[in-house]
C-alpha cells in the first residue's frame, strides 16, 4: 500500500508526506450481525472507505465482544459480509472498541488484512474517483460519495452519533491534495538492511550532527524506517531500468538498454513507465558526481568530503540517505559532520512562499544594500540551528557596518603617506604605546575566539565577535586615538606615525581575513589597497609578507601571535572606561561636544594617578577639555556633577548652560528611585513575602535597597549642591 496523490497521480514516500492537524469528525455505524437482531457500532473518520471493508477486528482480551468473534457481520448498505476475529492491535479504549478492516485504503489494515487473509477490494481510484466496487456510488468524487454514503446511512438508521474529532491529515508535499492510502503495483527499497549501519556510524560518533539535538531525530527515524517506495507516476526524473518481456515475463534488470530477454532471449520487450524518485538519485550524489563506479582521481581526492549544511526538512530525504548510500556503495561515511542551519522566515514568523507573497528576493536586498550586507546580516541574526525571523529592515546592519568599516579603512589608507624615509619594522615594534599593545592584546583574542566559534560552527557568534572588535575597538577607539601620532601633532615624530600606521594596518589586515568568508567583496577590495601602501621594506616581515600574493582568497586566515600584552590590555581597559563614564556624564547633562569642560580624575591609588597621568593624551584626544586634574584631592566647583568608577572619582562642572537641565535631571532620576525604595520596602515589610520566598530571592531584594539607597544618597548630594 502506498500513498497515492489523485491530483499529481503519483506514488509517493512516506516522507513527502506532510501531516498537519485538522478538525473533523467521527461517525458512529451501526454494522449488523448476520443471523442476529444485534449490531455493532464502528467509528471512522472517512466513511467513504467503509465500501472497501473485508472484516471487523475486536481485541481479544475485550469482553464486550468475545461471543462475536468468529461470527459475521453485513457490510451496510453493500451487504457483504465481513468475518468479526480478534487482533491485538486494536486498543479497546479507542472508538467502540471495534474496528473495521479496509485493507485497500489504510496501511495498518493492509497489514492485518495480510495476516488474516482478507480480500484487497480497492474502491477508490487514482483520480480520487469511487470504483465498480463502490456500488451505487461508482464514478462519484471521494467526498461526494462520503456525503451521499451518510444520507443514505441515515435514511437506514445505521448512524448511532456523529462527535467533532481533531486527527492528523496526510497531504502531497508538492500540491498539498489530501493522500489517498492506496493498493498499487510499485518499486521499494528494502531499508533496514541498509539503515542499521547507518545508525551505528551515528553512534559512534563518526558523524556528528550541529547541534546536536538533531542526532535524536535521526536515530529515531532511522530506528522506525520503513521500506521506500522509489517508483514515480511522472515524466520526469531517471526512468527506472527495468524492462518486460511480453514472451516470458521475465523482469530484465539492465544499466544499458537490453536488445533481447536474458531469460527466453525474445526481443519483446517493454520499459517500465515510472522513473525513480528524485531522492532516489540524490542519495549517490556525493560519489557519483566524481566519475563513480569508476575509480577515479576526482572519486580519490574528495570522498569523503568533510561538512554537509543544509536544513532540517531533509534530514530524511537527504541526508540520512546519502549517508546509507555511502556506506553500501563506498563503504566510507560521505561526510564526518552535519550542519543544520535554521529557516529563514518572515518577521511574522511564517515560512515565505509565493502563495503568501511574503518572500524577500535576494538579487533586490543585493542592489540595495550590497552582498556583503546581506550575508553579514544573516551570519549575526542566524543563531545555531534557530529560525530566522526577516524583514527588510535587518539588512540594514550590515550596510552599516560595511560603512563603518569602509570609512575607517579609508582614513588609515589616506594616511599612510610614506614620502618620507620609511623607518624598519624593528624599531617602530619598539615604539609601540599603550593602545598599541591593547590593541594587539584585543586582536589576539578575538582572533582566538573567532577560531573557537568557527571550529563550534556558531557562526553567528563569529559574525557578533568581528562586528564588536571592528566597530568599537578598532574603528570607535584605536582608529580616535591614533589621530593626534598621525597629524604628527603634540609633540609625535614621523616614528610615531609609522608607528601608530603599521598597527592599524596590521590590525585593518587581520580584520578583512577574519571577515572574508562572511563579507568577501569588501575584504578584498580593502585588502589590494593595503597591498598597494604597504612600503616594500615591509613586505619581507612576517606581518606582511602575505600581501606579495595576488588575493585575499590565498592569504592564511589569521592564528593569535605567540606575544602577550595582557596587562597593557587591562590597563587600557581602565582607561576606556573612564573615558566612556566622562562620555556618558556629558551626554546625560546634554553638554554640546563642542564645548569643551573641566576634568578631575581624583584617586587614592598612587598607580592609578601614574597611569593617568602617562597617558593624559588618551583623555584629551577622546575627550572635549578644557583642562584636566589628576590627584588625589582637588578644590572643585560645588556646581559639578560626579560619577565613581572603579575608585576613581569623576568630577564634570557644570556649565551654566545646562544647570537647569542638570538640576532636572536629577531630581528626575532620585524621584525614580524613590518609588524602587518604596516598592522594595514593601517587600522586606511583607512578612509572608520573607517566610515564603526562597532565601536567594529575599537576598537579592535586600540587596537592591541597599543599591537604591546608596544611589538615592550620592545623587541627593549631587542636587544638594547645584542648587545651594
Not at 539503515?195 to 550541529?210: D, M, S, Y
Not at 549575526?380 to 530566522?388: K, N, P, R, S
Request: proline share 5%; glycine share 4%.
Amino acid at each position: 500500500i502506498v500513498n497515492w496523490c489523485i491530483r499529481c497521480e503519483t506514488a509517493l514516500a512516506d516522507e513527502e508526506v506532510e501531516h498537519e492537524e485538522k478538525k473533523g469528525k467521527l461517525y458512529y455505524i451501526r454494522y449488523p450481525v448476520e443471523g442476529t437482531d444485534e449490531h455493532v457500532v464502528v467509528a471512522t473518520t472517512r466513511p467513504e472507505t467503509m465500501l472497501g471493508d473485508t472484516g471487523l477486528a475486536v481485541n481479544p482480551d475485550d469482553e464486550r465482544y468475545q461471543h462475536l468473534i468468529g461470527k459475521k457481520a453485513l457490510l451496510p448498505v453493500l451487504h457483504r459480509k465481513l468475518p468479526i476475529f480478534a487482533d491485538e492491535y486494536v486498543e479497546k479504549e479507542f472508538g467502540t472498541g471495534i474496528v473495521k478492516i479496509t485493507p485497500a485504503h489504510d496501511p495498518n489494515d493492509f497489514e492485518i488484512g495480510r495476516e488474516h487473509q482478507l480480500a484487497e477490494i480497492r474502491v477508490i481510484d487514482n483520480q480520487g474517483k469511487m470504483t465498480e466496487e463502490a456500488g451505487p456510488f461508482k464514478g462519484q468524487d471521494r467526498y461526494e460519495c462520503r456525503r451521499n454514503l451518510l444520507e443514505r446511512l441515515q435514511e437506514e438508521g445505521l448512524i448511532e452519533k456523529e462527535e467533532d474529532y481533531t486527527h492528523k491529515i496526510g497531504s502531497c508535499y508538492r500540491c498539498h491534495t489530501v493522500i489517498e492510502p492506496s493498493i498499487s503495483d510499485q518499486w521499494f527499497v528494502k531499508m533496514k538492511p541498509l539503515a542499521e549501519p547507518a545508525i551505528e556510524v551515528v553512534k559512534q560518533g563518526k558523524i556528528k550532527f550541529v547541534p546536536e539535538r538533531w542526532t535524536k531525530v535521526y536515530l529515531h527515524w532511522m530506528e522506525n524506517i520503513r521500506d521506500w517506495c522509489i517508483s514515480r507516476q511522472i515524466w520526469w526524473g531517471h526512468r527506472i531500468p527495468v524492462w518486460y518481456c511480453r514472451d516470458c515475463g521475465h523482469l530484465n534488470v539492465e544499466e544499458f538498454d537490453p536488445t533481447q530477454c536474458e531469460k527466453c532471449g525474445s526481443d519483446n520487450l517493454k520499459q517500465d513507465e515510472d522513473v525513480l524518485d528524485t531522492w532516489f538519485s540524490s542519495w549517490l550524489w556525493p560519489f557519483s558526481t566524481l566519475g563513480w563506479p569508476d575509480n577515479t582521481s576526482d572519486l580519490k581526492a574528495f570522498y569523503p568530503t568533510d561538512v554537509l549544511i543544509t536544513d532540517p526538512g531533509i534530514i530524511f530525504f537527504w541526508v540520512a540517505r546519502m549517508i546509507m548510500a555511502g556506506l553500501k556503495f563506498m563503504d566510507d561515511i560521505p561526510f564526518h559532520t552535519v550542519y543544520i542551519h535554521g529557516t529563514v522566515r518572515d518577521e511574522l514568523g511564517r515560512k515565505m512562499s509565493k502563495s503568501l507573497g511574503n518572500g524577500i528576493d535576494p538579487i533586490e536586498m543585493i542592489e540595495k544594500y550590497s552582498a556583503d550586507a546581506m550575508r553579514f546580516s544573516l551570519m549575526m541574526l542566524t543563531a545555531e540551528g534557530q529560525d530566522v525571523n526577516l524583514s527588510e529592515s535587518k539588512f540594514e546592519m550590515g550596510r552599516n557596518f560595511a560603512n563603518k568599516l569602509w570609512n575607517a579603512a579609508r582614513f588609515v589608507l589616506m594616511n599612510a603617506d610614506f614620502s618620507e624615509e620609511v623607518p624598519p619594522l624593528s624599531s617602530l615594534q619598539d615604539n609601540l604605546e599603550l593602545a598599541d599593545k591593547w590593541i594587539l592584546n584585543r586582536l589576539d583574542k578575538n582572533t582566538a575566539q573567532v577560531r573557537n566559534h568557527l571550529d563550534r560552527y556558531n557562526f553567528n557568534e563569529t559574525a557578533h565577535t568581528l562586528y564588536n572588535f571592528t566597530w568599537h575597538d578598532f574603528c570607535d577607539w584605536y582608529v580616535e586615538i591614533i589621530k593626534p601620532r598621525l597629524y604628527q601633532r603634540e609633540g609625535y615624530t614621523l616614528q610615531d606615525k609609522a608607528t601608530a600606521l603599521y598597527v592599524a594596518l596590521k590590525i585593518l589586515d587581520n580584520i578583512i581575513r577574519l571577515l572574508h568568508p562572511f563579507t568577501p567583496f569588501i575584504t578584498e577590495e580593502i585588502r589590494q589597497n593595503v597591498a598597494e601602501v604597504i612600503p616594500p621594506s615591509w613586505k619581507n616581515s612576517p606581518d606582511f609578507q602575505h600581501l606579495q600574493d595576488s588575493s585575499i582568497c590565498r592569504d592564511p586566515y589569521p592564528a593569535e601571535s605567540e606575544v602577550s600584552y595582557a596587562k597593557e590590555e587591562e590597563l587600557m581597559e581602565f582607561i576606556t572606561e573612564i573615558i566612556y563614564n566622562v562620555r556618558k556624564m556629558r551626554g546625560e547633562m546634554n553638554i554640546s561636544p563642542h564645548i569643551k569642560n573641566e576634568l578631575y580624575l581624583i584617586s587614592n591609588d598612587q598607580k592609578t594617578l601614574e597611569l593617568f597621568r602617562e597617558n593624559e593624551r588618551y583623555f584629551h584626544s577622546l575627550i572635549p577639555l578644557a583642562s584636566l586634574y589628576i590627584a588625589k584631592e582637588a578644590d572643585y566647583p560645588s556646581s559639578a556633577s560626579e560619577h565613581f568608577s572603579r575608585g576613581v572619582k569623576l568630577v564634570i562642572p557644570v556649565p551654566e548652560e545646562v544647570l537647569d537641565a542638570e538640576v532636572k535631571r536629577l531630581r528626575k532620576e532620585i524621584a525614580k528611585l524613590e518609588k524602587e525604595i518604596q516598592q522594595a520596602e514593601r517587600k522586606l515589610n511583607n512578612e509572608q513575602f520573607l517566610q515564603k520566598a526562597p532565601a536567594p530571592v529575599v537576598e537579592k531584594e535586600r540587596k537592591k535597597h541597599q543599591e537604591y539607597n546608596q544611589q538615592y544618597r550620592f545623587l541627593q548630594e549631587q542636587l544638594d549642591r547645584l542648587t545651594s
